[in-house]
């Protein structure tokens, strides 16, 4: 993570390694070529439920991009805001039916990819920890998060995990975007258009967490062209800046990869 | 509604009258001066459910917008495409920073205001229609909605209407949406930053609704810099022009606003 000035508005991400997306907004910052200030958000300490956090994003959920001290959130947002602000290399396309496709694209990776991977990934990490919590603990851990949807899940974490059957639910909605992607790339070669965007940083985070957890899906032998595309995005600098691997317990963490 | 020809792309808008997010497109069609063709979607007849009109939104809500054939979905990014290919009058702030909050105000209105009202709405004029389904209608109405989170809507809608407590917990979220209002009126005149923009009028149908629910949130009495704003967008020719009164069960069906 680069702490050099850099000229405009100083920028600092307050992220989780984990988090898919603080890794959508890592990945432009990396793009645009951004120098940025980076506070790791310990989601193992709570931290993002913390009073301190929540002043900067009141949904107690990470990312936030602080621009001269203002608060930025939700990725999507995030990502549209500095491509407006730094233009160059551009990330979005140009035709307004392109531009409203990307953006529909970030919404259902947003509303739907996002809740599916949630579950997987809670489920490794988050369950274990949750399941041992007493009903003290767990109400006051409650009380300090500010969403119902987001007590709900860690309500279900600490007490109702998710079956076997809602994890392949989920598994399926992951195998769909999938599809999606294929028919897209197979189409343009990007998931918006002919030129990498945000809509394929949007994709990205989904796409490495449906690898680890089923390889076959992102294979060239099940979808080729789907395939290619991913391997080109994992070769780019930006990707492997925005260190999206390992998805170990470390990354949940103040974990700090080696420099 | 004009059905004369404009130049460029040709528009026709999939919408109903009591649709909040179909009023949001048509008081942004109208500010912008457009001509375009207009097709009623009946709720009444379930025509948001029928096969054809799952073609050009399949996720089987109002509105969709075609241009040259092509549906564009998603009233918030409807009008962000309208406002990118037709700039004049300019609905959108130009700095980033503001444009970002714009954003951020049309997803709060989608995710947190819109499930608030829907309760409202659909116990008002859904409910007493869908109690009265048998078993087998009830399943091969939820059969055809394409949705989770609608079908589950639905089902309440016939089988567990939403409880005294749930509507009055909706109505708190709608008193907080206008203190939200009043607070940002306050301090600029308007939703986003000092000028009318797309944040007014994502905001607009909610604020008719609440004040048709409970007038005294609207009052002057009780929230005086938004009520002044109010009456200043009720004013307008493009509100008037999108016909969002009356409330009543002509504007579920394909009514026809006298020409």
Known sequence: MTTTTSPGPSLVLYHAWASSASRKVRMCLYEKGLTFDATVVDLNK?????????????????????VDGHPLVESNFINEYLDETYPTPPLRPTDPMLLHDMRLWGKYIDDTCLPAIQKHNWMHHFHPMAREWSDEELERRL??????????????????????????????????????IEARIAKTGFVTGDAYSLADIAAAPYVIRTEELAPIEVS????PHAAKWWAAIKARPAYKAAHMEPFNDQCWSGWMPPT
């Open 220 to 223: 060239a032998e099940k979808r």
């Open 46 to 66: 709570f931290e993002h439920h913390s009073d301190w956090y929540k002043k900067l994003n009141p949904s107690g959920i990470v990312p936030a991009l602080m």
């Open 143 to 180: 009380a300090a998060i500010p969403t119902a949807n987001r007590k709900h899940v860690w309500y279900r974490m600490a007490r109702d995990p998710y079956t076997a059957e809602e994890l392949e639910a989920a598994l399926d909605i992951l195998r769909d975007m999938m599809d999606r």
